[in-house]
């Protein structure tokens, strides 16, 4: 039987799809990509591209071939790596990185514009965050489509702002498009992909294709097949949307090359914003970042916290909740710019094991043991250490020199030859560490 979903139906769908991925991430680091890479923003946003809407639909194209969770895909090495791969992204989407950026993000568009003079911004900030947090721990306990519902409105309202900004950059342009600076000038695609992993959504794909898949069925999808073709065509059209939005953030952002280089990308578009539209222009923007921000606060501290009280069941839901959004409010007034800072080495020793994983689970009928994945993804860990450590500028002298030498570490793919490596060593037939304790 060959089922078929309306257009209508899988635009929903896309729609969906595509509100669940653009969050804090996605409004403000095109912006600062446009303005760092200037001539060249057209590159780095493609490299942004990539890794950020490119991965989300092959991580929701992996785990839709092998099954319907994220515990499907990661099982594939075992269950006991499947729980660690698990924690570890739920925390990457959850109190280390995202989570806390909404509050920081929501701070500096919709109240940092807005602080008068002499008053200082870390009080203000510590005091906002703190509300932010106490309001998303409220809603949290008892999260309802009241969310879902709030979502669909404020996504629309934030791509028709985003529409409203680029119109009116191009008919009133901020400045020329100026040079661009530092590796944006020398391999500005790859810079742009490195980029890309801040956004989070290529690991946020794989705990987010279970709630596409159980949406496929709800609209009575119930073929295999079908499952598989719809939730890749919805993934494909929030792929493109999320480039084409990407695209005109990065166009604005690449107007104010020209001018000093701003600290993050919530201050380019804040400034951008005045610029073109004035006050009225930040408190509209505020207004609407503010509430989508708090949307996915709620939506990510709750799927945190349903996670974390199935693995550890002595620990009840209320109190997860409590400890994580506690935490988030402490690391939410580093400031955006530190985040990034301390965040970015850890993300490029994770994506890489991650990307292996998902590009390996494509040829799961041809590896058909656990071991190839293994070394595969063990290798690129490794390799992804040293790219941690070259993003937080340090280095391990002769070791880290050795290890530059491999093929495309220049260019943040290092890893990518060792984990082929693993992956042929895990297939040798006498390799079989863990199908042994399988059995």
């Known amino acids: 039987m060959n089922q078929k979903l309306s257009f209508s139906k899988l635009l929903s769908l ?3 799809l595509f509100a669940m991925f653009f969050g804090a991430g996605n409004m403000i680091f095109p912006p600062m990509l446009g303005q760092l890479s200037g001539v060249n923003f057209l590159q780095s946003v493609a490299g942004f591209v990539i890794t950020d809407a490119g991965l989300s639909i092959l991580g929701i194209a992996a785990v839709v071939m092998v099954g319907t969770k994220l515990d499907d895909l990661v099982g594939l090495i075992g269950p ?3 729980i660690f791969m698990g924690i570890v992204i739920y925390l ?6 995202a989570l806390p950026r909404t509050g920081t993000v929501s701070f500096e568009l919709a109240v940092v514009p807005f602080i008068p003079d002499g008053i200082p911004k870390v009080a203000v900030s510590v005091i906002f965050t703190a509300i932010f947090f106490t309001v998303t721990y409220i809603l949290s306990l008892n999260p309802s489509k009241l ?3 709030v979502g669909k409105i404020l996504t629309p309202i934030l791509l028709i702002s985003i529409a409203v900004i680029f119109i009116t950059s191009l008919t009133n342009p901020m400045g020329e498009i100026g040079p661009a600076t530092g590796e944006y000038a020398s391999i500005p695609f790859f810079k742009g992909m490195i980029e890309g992993y801040l956004a989070l959504d290529g690991l946020a794909a794989l705990a987010f294709a279970i709630v596409v898949i159980s949406a496929v069925k709800d609209f009575g999808i119930t073929e295999r ?3 598989v073709r719809y939730t890749l065509l919805a993934g494909m059209f929030a792929g493109i949307a999320l480039a084409i939005t990407y695209l005109a953030l990065g166009y604005v952002g690449a107007q104010t090359s020209g001018n000093p280089i701003f600290e993050n990308g919530s201050e380019v578009l804040a400034a951008v914003v005045f610029h073109l539209l004035g006050k009225g222009g930040n408190i509209v923007l505020g207004i609407a970042v503010l509430l989508a921000c708090l949307t996915t606060s709620i939506g990510l501290s709750s799927s945190f916290s349903d996670y974390f009280n ?3 069941p002595k620990y009840s839901y209320k109190k997860i909740l409590a400890v994580v959004c506690i935490f988030s409010f402490a690391i939410s007034n580093l400031g955006l710019t530190s985040m990034i800072k301390f965040t970015l080495p850890a993300l490029v020793m994770i994506y890489p094991p991650a990307i292996a994983l998902v590009l390996l689970s ?3 009928k041809w590896i058909k043991k656990p071991e190839p994945y293994a070394l595969a993804l063990l290798f690129a860990f490794i390799i992804g250490i040293f790219d941690g450590l070259k993003a937080a500028h340090l280095s391990l002298g002769s070791l880290s020199d050795m ?3 491999l093929p495309l570490f220049d260019l943040g793919l290092g890893w990518v030859l060792p984990a082929v490596i693993g992956c042929l060593i895990g297939k040798l037939p006498f390799v079989n560490f863990l199908s042994i304790r399988k059995h």
């Open 403 to 405: 290890i530059a030498q």
């Open 80 to 82: 006991k790596f499947s």
């Open 225 to 227: 097949k079908s499952i």
């Open 310 to 312: 199935v693995i550890f």
């Open 92 to 97: 990457l989407i959850g109190p280390l990185f």
């Open 14 to 16: 896309s729609l969906m």
């Open 362 to 364: 494509f040829f799961n």
């Open 147 to 149: 969310v879902d519902i």
